[in-house]
């Protein structure tokens, strides 16, 4: 075999994902805003165990206090560590957008999917319907939702997932009526593919790249959306901590003890730019276009 054949060979046997992964790990915002993100996690996950504070001991004699070498954060006006309320406040957060998102992409996929491969009247009847919801305030569904249902972490990821599927099925939707119409779908139609296998075997894998990259961007609107609820009064309810909550309390406060808001908003901040960093990334390298790899 000749260098050239070789050279062929390895070029063909180079495959989608393998390329998509050397793009992503030669954009440097991308490698930082994941590593951002992965320390912050971590941060969050394992932090609060070396923390000598509880998130709910409260020390009133002690008082709201700046920064100092017991309390790294700070302490609010009840004399709770504002480190620890951060660390397990962004557990809560990350965890409502992780969560509320998978809800949002089994309901957004499923959807679109159902409505791009039939099309005619079925599409049309569903995405009006995804237009009538498009016109009524997300957070005031939010709202609604929340109060209706009650309180708890469970409900707040459902009832936030309920209402950010709209634009994935949109997208799921456009991209698997482009789909239906290719040779490899009609060749399954005539060979007597079930609709239920085409979908999970031919079109879903078709839609992974733009399902992901939507993902991605998602979770962090999620979060804000969350801290949001919470700066209402609405999220997560006290002793439970979430950054919105830490948000509101320290926004409330904020010519006197700057501190509270300070590190909560820092932390906050730089998960959604991390998680944009990181969309952005995959965004460019998923897009089949993109041949600078």
Known sequence: MTKLE????????????RDAWERLCTNRMARIGGGLFIGIALLCLIGPFFV??????TQLAYGAQPPTWTHWFGTDELGRDILVRTLIGGRISICVGFAATAVALLIGVA???????????????????VDTLYALPFTIIVILLTVL???SILLIFLAIGAVEW????????????ALRQQA????????????HRILARHILPNLLSPVIVFTTLTIPA????????????LGVQPPMSSWGILINEGAVKLDIYPWMLIFPA???????????????GLRDALDPKDTSV
Request: aromatic share 10%.
């Open 149 to 151: 249902l009650g309180r």
């Open 6 to 17: 070789r050279e062929v060979m390895a070029t063909e046997a180079r495959s989608l994902g």
């Open 111 to 129: 959807y679109g999917m159902i409505a791009g491969y039939y099309g005619g009247r079925m599409e049309a009847i569903m995405m009006r319907f």
């Open 166 to 177: 709209l634009t994935m099925a949109r997208i799921v939707c456009g991209q698997t009526k």
């Open 266 to 280: 820092l932390f906050f901040s730089l998960t959604i730019f991390a998680l944009n960093f990181i969309g952005d």
């Open 184 to 195: 490899f779908i009609d060749a399954a139609i005539i060979g007597g593919v079930p609709t």
């Open 222 to 233: 999620v979060i804000l959306l969350e801290s949001v609820i919470s700066f209402l009064g």
């Open 52 to 57: 000598p504070h509880a998130l709910d001991t």
